[in-house]
C-alpha cells in the first residue's frame, strides 16, 4: 500500500496544551508522524511519497474563508495584540451570548472560531494543516485513480474540525475535504467511516444535510468524552441527510468483542449504501494504553479490523486522525493497514 507523508506536518511544534488546569507538552506531538513512517519502513507496507500541492481551493469547498484566513493569521494577530504565550481562546459565543458577531480583537475572534480550548496554535500550524490536507487528497486521488488503498500520514488530524472552527488538535477536516473531492470529480456516492476514539463532530456538522456522503463514527460516549456536546445515537441526520449519519457511542472500558461486533454494522451499513469510495479516519487511540481515552484495544486488534474493512471490497483510504500511546501509534497505526492487505 502507497503511503504518503511529508516532514511539513511537522512545522506544527506548539509548546502547550490545556488539559487537566495545567498547560502542558501536547499530546498530539510531532513525533507521531517519526514513529508511524518508521513503522511503515519497518515492515515494508510500500512505497512512500510526497503529496503533491493542492493550494486553498480544496480546502474553500468545505471551510469557510474567513475561518481560513483567521488561521493563516491568528498567530501573527496574538503577537501583535502583545500577548506573551500561544494563542489560546478564553471566551466564546455560548448560550445567552450572540453568536453572529465576529469580533475584531483577536482575543475575541479566536473564541469565535474554536471549539475548545486545549489546542494553541503556533506559526507552524497553518503550513503543517495544509500538508495534512494535501497528503489526504494525494491518498485519495490515488485511490481513485487507481482502485487500490492508500494511507494518508495527515498530521494534523482533522475530524473535529468543523466548516469554521477548530479544536481537539484539528483545524483543516482532511476526511471531509478529501470526500468532497472524491464528489467533485465525479464519485456519487462516499462513505466515511470514523474508527478515532472520539466522536468526528466536525466531519459529522459538515455533512450532515446531505445524502451524498455517509458519516458513520464509533466512539466514547459524548456524555464521558470528549466532545461531549454531539455524537449522539439519536443524530441521524437533516433533511435530504436524514438516514446518511449513524453514530455508535460505546461505554468507557470497550473492548475489541463489542467494538468489531459494532464495526461489522457500520460495514454492512457502507456496503447497503453502495459507496463508491471509502475514507477511514484512522484513529488509534481506541489502544488500551492510550492516555487520554478509555477503550481497550490491543495492538493485535488492529490487524483484524484492518481484515474486516477490507472484506468490504471498495477502494479505500485511510487518514491519520488520533492516538497518543506514541510508542506504539506505529505498531497499530500500520497493523490496521497490513491487516487491510492481507
Ligand atoms: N487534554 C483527536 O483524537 N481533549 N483529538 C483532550 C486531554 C481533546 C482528541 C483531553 C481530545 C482531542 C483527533
Ligand atoms: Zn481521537
New binding site residues.
Given amino acids: 500500500m502507497l503511503t504518503f507523508h511529508s516532514e511539513d506536518t511537522k512545522k506544527r511544534q506548539a509548546k502547550t496544551e490545556l488539559h487537566a488546569g495545567e498547560l502542558v507538552a501536547p499530546f498530539e506531538c510531532p513525533e507521531r508522524v517519526d514513529i508511524v513512517i518508521d513503522r511503515v519502513r519497518k515492515v515494508g507496507l510500500g512505497e512512500i511519497r510526497s503529496p503533491d500541492a493542492y493550494g486553498l481551493d480544496p480546502v474553500l469547498a468545505v471551510h469557510d474563508r474567513r475561518y481560513i484566513e483567521f488561521l493563516e493569521n491568528a498567530c501573527d494577530d496574538w503577537a501583535a495584540a502583545g500577548f506573551k504565550g500561544e494563542p489560546i481562546p478564553s471566551i466564546w459565543p455560548t448560550r445567552r451570548l450572540r453568536d453572529d458577531v465576529i469580533p475584531a480583537n483577536i482575543d475575541g475572534r479566536i473564541g469565535y472560531y474554536a471549539l475548545a480550548a486545549e489546542t494553541s496554535l503556533c506559526l507552524g500550524t497553518f503550513a503543517a494543516a495544509q500538508a495534512s490536507k494535501d497528503i489526504a487528497l494525494s491518498a485519495l486521488d490515488h485511490v481513485m485513480r487507481t482502485g487500490e488503498p492508500a494511507f494518508g500520514l495527515c498530521r494534523p488530524p482533522g475530524h473535529h474540525a468543523a466548516v469554521d472552527q477548530f479544536g481537539g488538535y484539528c483545524f483543516f477536516n482532511n476526511a471531509a475535504i478529501a470526500a468532497q473531492h472524491a464528489l467533485n470529480n465525479g464519485m456519487k456516492k462516499v462513505a466515511i467511516l470514523d474508527i478515532?476514539?472520539?466522536h468526528g463532530n466536525g466531519t459529522q456538522d459538515i455533512f450532515y444535510e446531505r445524502d451524498d456522503v455517509l458519516f458513520l463514527s464509533l466512539h466514547g460516549d459524548p456524555r464521558d468524552e470528549f466532545p461531549y456536546f454531539l455524537g449522539f445515537a439519536d443524530e441521524t441526520g437533516r433533511g435530504k441527510g436524514e438516514g446518511f449519519n449513524v453514530n455508535y457511542p460505546l461505554p468507557s472500558g470497550t473492548d475489541y468483542a463489542t467494538w468489531a461486533s459494532t464495526l461489522d454494522d457500520a460495514i454492512q451499513r457502507i456496503a447497503a449504501y453502495q459507496a463508491e469510495i471509502l475514507i477511514v479516519s484512522l484513529?488509534v487511540?481506541t489502544f488500551e494504553n492510550d492516555p487520554i481515552s478509555s477503550f481497550k484495544l490491543k495492538s493485535e486488534d488492529y490487524i483484524d479490523c484492518g481484515r474486516r474493512l477490507k472484506a468490504l471490497g471498495i477502494p479505500t483510504t485511510f487518514l491519520l486522525?488520533?492516538g497518543y500511546a506514541v510508542e506504539e501509534i506505529g505498531i497499530n497505526t500500520v497493523n490496521v493497514l497490513t491487516g487491510f492487505e492481507g
Wanted: hydrophobic fraction near 15%; glycine fraction near 28%; charge should be negative.
Fill in positions: 478515532d476514539f472520539h484513529g487511540d486522525e488520533g
